[in-house]
């Protein structure tokens, strides 16, 4: 059995780096990766939106799928500024969520760098900013995890005697 392992590390190795790509890809699953995250304006307030989609009465935050060759930053970029035209300053990830099933999710914090408010209505039904300690009742219990994460204070910066 060494041998077999062997001479397949061999196989393996001699090749460019194409069709193994195609290799780990067919004997791995394929996951759909979510965007979603914390969007800040000027006045620290957090921007909530109702969707269509989700259970009545709830908010959450901005959120979306990748679309395929976008980098994680591009299309929470993308997802923000589809359904509220808003344009963000650079994303910075909060948190990283696996588990569900065949899907991963990233979150990030950024904040409002321009645009004028204009929802999409196919998608999404009311848009609003509120204040960090004044959250609405039926904000996504994982969404409020991520706005916690996003708004906590930034660790001390260790003192050096140097």
Do not use: C, Y
Not at 11 to 18: E, P
Not at 25 to 51: A, C, K, Q, S, Y
Not at 120 to 133: T, V
Request: charged share 25%; net charge neutral.
């Amino acid at each position: 059995m060494d041998f077999i392992w062997r001479s397949l590390g061999k196989i393996w190795r001699l090749g460019g780096g194409g069709w193994r790509w195609q290799v780990l890809w067919l004997m791995n699953p394929t996951f759909l990766v979510g965007v979603t995250g914390v969007v800040r304006n000027d006045r620290g307030e957090i921007l909530l939106l109702r969707h269509r989609f989700w259970r009545e009465g709830s908010w959450g935050l901005p959120s979306g799928l990748a679309k395929r060759n976008e980098t994680m930053e591009e299309a929470f970029r993308r997802e923000v500024r589809e359904e509220t035209a808003f344009e963000l300053s650079e994303p910075h990830v909060v948190r990283v969520l696996s588990g569900f099933r065949l899907r991963l999710e990233v979150h990030f914090t950024a904040s409002i760098a321009g645009g004028e408010l204009s929802i999409d209505r196919r998608e999404i039904l009311e848009a609003a900013f509120f204040a960090p300690d004044n959250l609405p009742d039926g904000l996504l219990v994982g969404h409020r995890k991520t706005v916690a994460l996003a708004i906590r204070p930034a660790p001390a910066e260790p003192v050096s005697d140097g």
